[in-house]
């Protein structure tokens, strides 16, 4: 069984807990070391426990609590060389970083970590595949667009943590600069909540459940967000959210 909550994720900041029968992990830190340590409490989790962070990517909102997660809590980092070299400045002093190429897969006890190269406008991003007992969770944000082998990963998922960044009305209409709404909706961007949930729909048949994750504040909403997953995907696939201003509830893929 595998055991997870989103702590945040939004463009506010993300962070996910996956947890296996033996190994304790964090994917991102885009919040403060206090932040993520009082969440875990509530799921009755000590932060001292987990046995590694993930970074998915440079950007602040999954990185800016990285270096005192490593240097406060103890736990060593795992993060691609581009990635860190794009942060590392900002994080602050990391000692022995453990480097993954995306396309890679880590080991930690009897769970592996399979890592996928993502073409979203950081650095040398992945996302991962969490995988214990031929059970599997995708952490899946900030993806750009559908890329190949996006498909066949999602099919093969069991539970999956998918970006369902904005909504194309709120974003056209909006006040954001006429830049920022051609990176957000470029292929180096984000999904919106319609091309989210028509991944799903058509490729993923075994989920049970999907979350959604990094909802923008200003061009999403999440009854939005849900109301377009639900109407698209379908009833019976168990649907939440992955909240921008706590933690989620908790989820089981058995």
Same mark, same amino acid.
Not at 75 to 91: E, M, Q, R, T, V
Not at 107 to 135: Q, Y
Not at 194 to 218: E, R, Y
């Given at each position: #069984?595998? *055991?997870?909550?989103?702590?945040?994720?939004?463009?506010?900041?993300?962070?996910?807990?996956?947890? %296996?029968?033996?190994?304790?992990?964090?994917?991102?830190?885009?919040?403060?070391?206090?932040?993520?340590?009082?969440?875990?409490?509530?799921?009755?989790?000590?932060?001292?426990?987990?046995?590694?962070?993930?970074?998915? /990517?440079?950007?602040?909102?999954? %990185?800016?609590?990285?270096?005192?997660? /490593?240097?406060?809590?103890?736990?060593?980092?795992?993060?691609?060389?581009?990635?860190?070299?794009?942060?590392?400045?900002?994080?602050?002093?990391?000692?022995? @970083?453990?480097?993954?190429? !995306?396309?890679?897969?880590?080991?930690?006890?009897?769970?592996?970590?399979?890592?996928? !190269?993502?073409?979203?406008?950081?650095?040398?991003?992945?996302? *991962?595949?969490?995988?214990?007992?031929?059970?599997?969770?995708?952490?899946?944000?900030?993806?750009?667009?559908? *890329?190949?082998?996006?498909?066949? &990963?999602?099919?093969?998922?069991?539970?999956?943590? =998918?970006? $369902?960044?904005?909504?194309?009305? #709120? =974003?056209?209409?909006?006040?954001? @600069? &006429?830049?920022?709404?051609?990176?957000? %909706?470029?292929?180096?961007?984000? =999904?919106?909540?319609?091309? &989210?949930? %028509?991944?799903?729909?058509?490729?993923?048949?075994?989920?049970?459940?999907?979350?959604?994750?990094?909802? $923008?504040?200003?061009?999403?909403? !999440?009854?939005?967000?849900?109301?377009?997953?639900?109407?698209?995907?379908? !009833?019976?696939?168990?649907?939440?959210?992955?909240?921008?201003?706590?933690? $989620?509830? @908790? *989820?089981?893929?058995?």
């Amino acid at each position: #069984m595998i *055991f997870t909550c989103s702590l945040q994720s939004g463009s506010n900041g993300n962070c996910f807990y996956v947890e %296996t029968p033996d190994a304790r992990l964090l994917v991102d830190a885009g919040l403060s070391g206090k932040a993520a340590q009082e969440r875990l409490v509530q799921h009755q989790r000590d932060i001292h426990d987990v046995d590694a962070l993930l970074i998915t /990517h440079d950007h602040s909102d999954h %990185t800016c609590g990285a270096g005192v997660f /490593h240097r406060k809590f103890h736990l060593p980092l795992y993060i691609s060389k581009g990635s860190f070299n794009a942060c590392s400045a900002k994080i602050g002093r990391v000692d022995h @970083p453990h480097y993954f190429r !995306p396309g890679a897969s880590l080991r930690f006890n009897t769970t592996s970590v399979h890592t996928i !190269p993502t073409p979203h406008d950081g650095r040398e991003g992945a996302a *991962f595949i969490i995988e214990h007992d031929n059970k599997r969770l995708g952490v899946f944000t900030d993806l750009g667009h559908n *890329f190949p082998g996006l498909n066949h &990963a999602i099919a093969n998922l069991d539970a999956l943590y =998918l970006e $369902s960044n904005y909504d194309p009305d #709120m =974003l056209d209409h909006g006040d954001y @600069p &006429a830049w920022l709404k051609r990176r957000i %909706t470029s292929d180096k961007g984000h =999904l919106s909540n319609q091309q &989210a949930a %028509t991944l799903v729909a058509d490729h993923a048949k075994k989920l049970q459940f999907l979350a959604l994750a990094h909802l $923008s504040q200003h061009n999403n909403t !999440p009854e939005i967000a849900l109301d377009t997953a639900r109407k698209t995907i379908g !009833p019976h696939t168990t649907i939440a959210l992955a909240p921008r201003s706590g933690p $989620s509830k @908790p *989820f089981y893929v058995r």
